[in-house]
T-cell receptor
Framework: KQEVTQIPAALSVPEGENLVLNCSFT??????LQWFRQDPGKGLTSLLL?????REQTSGRLNASLDKSSGRSTLYIAASQPGDSATYLC??????????FGRGTSLIVHP | DTAVSQTPKYLVTQMGNDKSIKCEQN?????MYWYKQDSKKFLKIMFS???????INETVPNRFSPKSPDKAHLNLHINSLELGDSAVYFC????????????FGPGTRLTVT
């Protein structure tokens, strides 16, 4: 059964810092890994989707990498801003078609 | 021009009642999902439909019954509501199951008293 762990659980940083959020998964037989952000009281917004054949994806200040062999993905946020404050979730989708979510990293970027 | 919409946004009801949550997507996707997010914010899949066919049913009590009248709609009906059903329920869609980007609705906060 797939298990997804996200570290750290919470992070508070000053504006402008470069950040790394970690996501690890136990079963490397995945189709893809997706990163989301969730603002308080809102739904999930998709940030990046990495297919199993890819190593990384980039969108603006965000870069996500995937290392299937080690069961890890990282989300890199460059030059963080207060508007980046949210909970970041990763989800791994595997052979059973079941997307498994981590518990998220709660990020606060203070001015 | 909402991609995935859910109604209602909030639902407060008493134990033992039956309620439904509706979901619609206008993205032309073939796959739709229902997720439950508990009080600790843990998100877990409940059901998935692909082209109106049930693909995933994750050990959910049979008091929960999804219904997909067409590809664009996936409704969730809950019988005999219990206190433990209180949570936020999210609908999502993607083109192919497990292969493509998922798009989420805004959620329905269900409170059972």
């Amino acid at each position: 059964k797939q298990e997804v762990t996200q570290i750290p659980a919470a992070l508070s940083v000053p504006e402008g810092e470069n950040l790394v959020l970690n996501c690890s998964f136990t079963d490397s037989a995945i189709y893809n890994l997706q990163w989301f952000r969730q603002d308080p009281g809102k739904g999930l917004t998709s940030l990046l989707l990495i297919q199993s054949s890819q190593r990384e994806q980039t969108s603006g200040r965000l870069n996500a990498s995937l290392d299937k062999s080690s069961g890890r993905s990282t989300l890199y946020i460059a030059a963080s801003q207060p508007g980046d404050s949210a909970t970041y979730l990763c989800a791994a989708s595997g052979g059973s078609y079941i997307p498994t979510f981590g518990r998220g990293t709660s990020l606060i970027v203070h001015p | 021009d909402t991609a995935v919409s859910q109604t209602p946004k909030y639902l407060v009801t008493q134990m033992g009642n039956d309620k439904s949550i509706k979901c619609e997507q206008n993205l032309g996707h073939d796959t739709m999902y229902w997720y439950k997010q508990d009080s600790k914010k843990f998100l877990k899949i409940m059901f998935s439909y692909n082209n109106k066919e049930l693909i995933i049913n994750e050990t959910v009590p049979n008091r929960f019954s999804p219904k997909s009248p067409d590809k664009a709609h996936l409704n969730l009906h809950i019988n005999s509501l219990e206190l433990g059903d209180s949570a936020v329920y999210f609908c999502a869609s993607s083109q192919e199951i497990a292969l493509d980007e998922q798009y989420f609705g805004p959620g329905t906060r269900l409170t059972v008293t």
